[in-house]
C-alpha cells in the first residue's frame, strides 16, 4: 500500500421493487437491486420473472422467502425463495386484485387484502416457504357516496397492531377500519371504526406506543389519528396532508418512525412527502419535500430507519431519502433509480 488510508467499499444490501407488468411499458416482474446503505443511492441487478402483477411484496421474518400479490382479477399470491429468486409455489386468494399483504407475527400464516372483491384471505405458511391453500376467507360490506370508487367494499391494507393481538383491515369503499382477532390461524372481527363519509381509508400505521394509529383516507387527502385500545380505533383529529390551494391529490402510504416522533405520508398528485411531528394532542403539519417523481404510490424505511424510499409510479423512478433521527427532516439524495411502473420498494432486513 503506497501512501493514504484503505477504505472500506460502500455496505450494500438488497432491495426489491413490486410493479405492474400487464400495463403498457410494465415490468418483467419483481425487480431486484442493491442501495448503499449510506447514501440511499440505488442500482438495479436483475428481475424475478413469472410474477404477474407483483404490486405488494413482502418478506418473511427470516429474510428467507418472498411473497408477492399479483394483482389482477383471478386474485393470486406468489411465494418465492429469497436465496435462489425461485418462485415456490401460487395459490388463489378467491378475491380480485389483492393489493396487500401480510404475515402474523408467528409467520405461520398469510393474509391478503383484495381490492375489488372487498375481502380478506387467509393461508398457512409451510416450513419450506410455500403456502398451503385458502383456508379463509372474510368478505366486508359496506359502500360510501362516491359512486365511482365507493360502490362496494374495497380491502386495501391489512397489517397488525404494535402487539401483534390484532389485526386492522383499511377498507377504501366502506369508510372503515375492520378490526379482527387472529388465533388458530382464523379471522374474527372485533370492532369497524368509521371514517367521514367518502374519506376513502387506505392505508393505517400504528404508533410504537401501540396506543394510537394513523389513517391515510385517499380520496378527501387527510389523515386521521386514532385512539387505540383492545382493537378497538376511536378516530379523533383530521388533517389535510397538503397546503390549501394544491392540485387534487390522492394520499397513500403511511409510516411513523421507530422513535414515534415523526409520521410521513406519500401525496399522489402534489407529488410530495408530508412530513408530521407527534404531540400529545396529536399531528402537526411541519411541511412536505418534493418526491422526486411522480404518483408516489408506497414510501418506506430501510431496516436502519436511516434512509427513505419512494416508489412513483407515473414517472418510473424510485427515489431515496436520507433521514436526519433528531429532527425527523428527510433530505434527498439527488439520485433516482429509472425501473417500470414501481409501486413497492422491500429494502430488505438481511441483505
Known amino acids: 500500500m503506497t501512501g493514504g488510508t484503505a477504505q472500506a467499499a460502500p455496505a450494500t444490501r438488497r432491495v426489491f421493487f413490486g410493479a405492474y407488468t400487464t400495463w403498457s411499458g410494465g415490468a418483467k416482474g419483481i425487480g431486484i437491486g442493491t442501495y448503499d446503505t449510506v447514501t440511499g443511492q440505488l442500482k438495479t441487478t436483475g428481475v424475478i420473472t413469472g410474477v404477474v402483477n407483483p404490486s405488494f411484496v413482502i418478506e418473511s421474518r427470516d429474510g428467507r422467502f418472498l411473497y408477492a400479490v399479483n394483482e389482477n382479477t383471478k386474485g393470486e399470491v406468489t411465494a418465492i425463495n429469497a436465496a435462489t429468486l425461485k418462485v415456490i409455489n401460487k395459490q388463489a386468494t378467491g378475491g380480485a386484485d389483492p393489493c396487500h399483504l401480510t404475515l402474523d407475527p408467528s409467520g405461520k400464516f398469510l393474509i391478503t387484502a383484495d381490492y375489488s372483491s372487498g375481502s380478506l384471505s387467509v393461508f398457512p405458511v409451510n416450513a419450506d416457504g410455500s403456502l398451503g391453500a ?151 403539519m411541519l411541511g412536505t419535500t418534493a418526491v422526486g417523481g411522480k404518483y408516489p404510490r408506497h414510501i418506506t424505511f430501510d431496516p436502519t430507519g436511516s434512509l427513505l424510499f419512494a416508489a412513483n409510479q407515473n414517472s418510473n423512478n424510485v427515489t431515496s431519502f436520507t433521514v436526519d433521527k433528531a429532527t425527523g427532516k428527510i433530505t434527498s439524495s439527488g439520485t433516482a433509480l429509472q425501473t417500470a411502473i414501481p409501486v413497492c420498494a422491500l429494502p430488505t432486513r438481511l441483505g
Open 134 to 284: 385458502r383456508t379463509q376467507k372474510v368478505q366486508h360490506k359496506g359502500s360510501g357516496p362516491n359512486k365511482e370508487r365507493q360502490e362496494g367494499p374495497h380491502a386495501h391494507h391489512i397489517v397488525f397492531d404494535t402487539a401483534g393481538k390484532y389485526a386492522a383491515a383499511v377498507d377504501l369503499g366502506a369508510d372503515s377500519v375492520f378490526v379482527y382477532s387472529f388465533t388458530g390461524g382464523k379471522l374474527t372481527q372485533v370492532s369497524q371504526a368509521k371514517v367521514k363519509p367518502g374519506a376513502g381509508p387506505r392505508h393505517i400505521a400504528f404508533h410504537p406506543d401501540g396506543k394510537t394509529a394513523y389513517v391515510a383516507n385517499e380520496l378527501d387527502s387527510t389523515i386521521v389519528t386514532c385512539a387505540y385500545a383492545n382493537g378497538v380505533l376511536t378516530p379523533g383529529q383530521v388533517l389535510k396532508t397538503v397546503p390549501s390551494g394544491s392540485p387534487t391529490n390522492y394520499p397513500a402510504e403511511v409510516l411513523v418512525s421507530a422513535d414515534g416522533k415523526n409520521v410521513y405520508l406519500s401525496n399522489r398528485g402534489h407529488d410530495s412527502i408530508a412530513h408530521f411531528s407527534v404531540g400529545g394532542s396529536g399531528l402537526t
